[in-house]
C-alpha cells in the first residue's frame, strides 16, 4: 500500500508562486490583452473569463480532496477458481501501463489466478505479435492494456471468436462495455472529466491568464481524444491562449521532448506560463531542457499531467521539480477492477460500470506518496470475492 494522502489548508504553493511572477512580469512587460499569446496587463485585473474561472476553482477544489470514501461496488459474485489471464501492454515503458499490470498481479494474487505480462514494446508490429501470442495461450481473459483495438483487429476477432473475454484498460475512449470493438468492459476514469479537470487546473492556478503548450501523442485515438478535449475545455476562457499543439509519441518522447521544449522555450519565452500533458512521462523528458534553459524546478511554467500519475511523476511534484501537479489514474485500483470485472464475466454476470472519480494531486496534498491509492477498494473487493 502507498502511504494514505492528507489534504493539506492552504492554496498551492505553486499558485502563490504564479501569482507573484504574473504580478511583476505584467510591471516590468505591459504585454497587450489582446494579443494571441500576450498576458493580461495586469495581474490583479478581473480575469476575462470569470464565470469559467469559478467553475474551474469550484471543480479543482472538489478534485484535490483525499478524504474520497469508496463509491465502487460492493456487491457481486463470489471468486471464481482456476482462471489465467493474460495482459497484453503497449509498452511497459509506459508508466500507466505498468503501474496497472501491477495492480493486476496483486489482486490476481489474492483471488487465486494466474497472470501473464506480454509487452508489445510500443510498436504496431511488436503489440500485434504480442496480441497473437495471447490468443494462441488461450487463456481465460485478455486485457487490452493501453492500446487500440482496433490495431489488432484480427486478433480481437480471433479472440472473440474463441469466446475469450477482452478487457480494456485505456484501449476506446468511454469506460464500460463496448460493441464495436468487442470487449466485456473498459476500465478507465472518464477522460472527459480528466481533460477538463486538468484544464480547469490550469485556468485556476492561473486566474485565467495563461500562455499554454499542449503535448499530446496523436497516434493513440485514446490520447488524441483526450487532448482535443482539453484543447476545448481551454478555450472557454478568453484570457487563455493556447501556444502550442505538440504531437511528440510516447515511445520517441525521450528523444523528441527535450528539443520540442527547447524550440518552444526560443519561442515564446516568457509566455509560456502553463503545460498540460496527457501523460507524466512528457515532463520527466522536458526536465533537462528546462534546466538548460536556467528554468526553475518551481515553474513557471507550471505544468500537469493528465495522467498517468507514475511514482517519478509524484516525486517531480513533491521536490517542485518542473512539474507542479498531476491528474493521476488509480493504477492499483485499476488492476483490481480488471479482475474483478473478469470475475463478473466468468460468472455470467453484467460489468460492474463503475467509473473512478478524477482526482489532483499536488505537492500540497500528496504528503510524500507516490501514487494515488484512494482507501476502500480493497477491502470492498476481497468482501466481494470472499477472500
Request: overall charge neutral; proline content about 7%.
Amino acid at each position: 500500500m502507498h502511504p494514505t494522502l492528507k489534504a493539506t489548508p492552504g492554496a498551492p504553493r505553486a499558485r502563490s508562486a504564479a501569482a507573484a511572477l504574473l504580478v511583476v512580469a505584467a510591471a516590468l512587460a505591459g504585454c497587450e490583452r489582446g494579443s494571441s499569446e500576450g498576458q493580461e496587463d495586469s495581474a490583479t485585473a478581473p480575469s476575462g473569463c470569470p464565470a469559467a474561472l469559478a467553475r474551474a476553482e469550484a471543480a479543482v477544489s472538489r478534485a484535490e480532496r483525499t478524504d474520497v470514501p469508496w463509491d465502487g461496488p460492493t456487491s457481486g459474485p463470489t471468486a471464481v477458481s482456476g482462471k489465467s489471464i493474460v495482459y497484453v501492454a503497449q509498452t511497459m515503458t509506459n508508466p500507466g501501463v505498468a503501474g496497472t499490470a501491477d495492480g493486476v498481479r496483486r489482486a490476481a494474487r489474492v483471488i487465486g489466478w494466474k497472470v501473464r505480462v506480454i509487452d508489445g514494446g510500443g510498436t504496431p508490429a511488436g503489440i500485434q505479435a504480442a496480441m497473437s501470442e495471447a490468443v494462441a495461450l488461450r487463456p481465460s481473459g485478455i486485457i487490452i492494456g493501453g492500446f487500440d483495438p482496433e490495431s489488432t483487429s484480427q486478433q480481437v476477432a480471433r479472440a472473440n471468436e474463441a469466446r475469450i473475454p477482452l478487457i480494456g484498460w485505456h484501449a476506446v475512449a468511454s469506460p464500460g462495455p463496448s460493441r464495436r470493438p468487442e470487449l466485456f468492459t473498459n476500465v478507465t476514469t472518464n477522460v472527459r472529466d480528466v481533460a477538463r479537470v486538468s484544464a480547469q487546473w490550469v485556468i485556476s492556478q492561473s486566474r485565467g491568464r495563461a500562455g499554454v503548450v499542449v503535448f499530446t501523442d496523436a497516434s493513440i485515438p485514446f490520447a488524441r481524444n483526450k487532448s482535443e478535449l482539453i484543447r476545448k475545455e481551454l478555450a472557454t476562457c478568453s484570457d487563455v491562449r493556447l501556444l502550442a499543439y505538440e504531437n511528440i509519441p510516447i515511445p520517441d518522447a525521450s528523444s523528441r521532448t527535450p528539443r520540442a521544449v527547447s524550440s518552444l522555450l526560443s519561442r515564446f519565452q516568457d509566455r509560456w506560463t502553463h503545460s498540460v500533458a496527457i501523460n507524466d512521462l512528457y515532463f520527466a523528458d522536458a526536465a533537462p531542457a528546462f534546466r538548460a534553459a536556467g528554468r526553475k524546478g518551481s515553474g513557471p511554467p507550471f505544468n500537469i499531467g493528465a495522467g498517468d500519475g507514475d511514482p517519478s511523476a509524484f516525486q517531480r511534484i513533491d521536490s517542485e521539480q518542473y512539474q507542479a501537479a498531476t491528474v493521476p489514474e488509480p493504477l492499483s485500483l485499476q488492476g483490481w477492477q480488471i479482475i474483478d470485472e473478469f470475475n463478473r464475466a466468468f460468472s455470467g454476470r453484467p460489468a460492474s460500470g463503475y467509473v473512478a472519480p478524477v482526482h489532483i494531486s499536488t505537492a500540497d496534498n500528496t504528503d510524500g506518496a507516490t501514487a494515488w491509492d484512494p482507501s476502500g477498494y480493497q477491502e470492498a473487493y476481497r468482501e466481494i470475492w470472499g477472500k
